[in-house]
């Protein structure tokens, strides 16, 4: 995070109200610390995926051809990762997309409604990717029915009471779609 020092108070009148809010001195040392915004990896994202459909393929690349491309892991859980989307994507991002935000909220991506916002590079919403091999699909529809993992992200503890269904529920209505954002 970028670090640096609060202006004296009678050069800039917000910095005199900060320092009038915390009990310092007009010319004491305040240290500040901020959000860092861009990227701290030095990777520079020259993907831009601009349709659905090649967005849907960039699920299906493994970890490493993830990170190459720009995502990054949000939280990494037993048989899953909520992958955030790199902030250059913002504009390439179709409206109705469906996306998965940091509190596991499902909805529809609308450019100019949704967030902008980006920490480390990243914005605070992407998708989150099960190992096969830990999901249980019904047989005729192939919809996620559970999840066996043994953790959720802390985010969602509120909503699975540590069964893992919460992944499950929203990895299944990101993929199901609209009809179904409601009911997670």
Known sequence: MPKGKLECGDVNELAQIIR???????????????PEFDRTDGRKVVC?????????????????MLREVGMQ??????????????AEW???????????????????????ATDDDRRGGALAYGFIKCDEELVERNEDSGEIIYLHSPDCPSFCDFACNGEGNKIADVVRA???????????
Do not use: M, S
């Open 90 to 112: 913002y504009d390439c991002i179709p409206d109705g997309y469906i996306i998965v935000d940091i509190n596991c909220a499902v909805e529809r991506f609308k450019k100019g």
């Open 73 to 86: 892991v949000w939280e990494n859980g037993k048989g899953w990762k909520h992958w955030l989307f790199p």
């Open 48 to 64: 831009r995926p601009r349709t659905a459909e090649q967005l849907d393929r960039i699920k299906t690349l493994d970890d490493n």
């Open 174 to 184: 990101a993929e199901v779609g609209e009809e179904r954002l409601a009911q997670v």
């Open 20 to 34: 009038q809010a915390i009990g310092a001195t007009t010319y004491e040392d305040v240290d500040v610390v901020t």
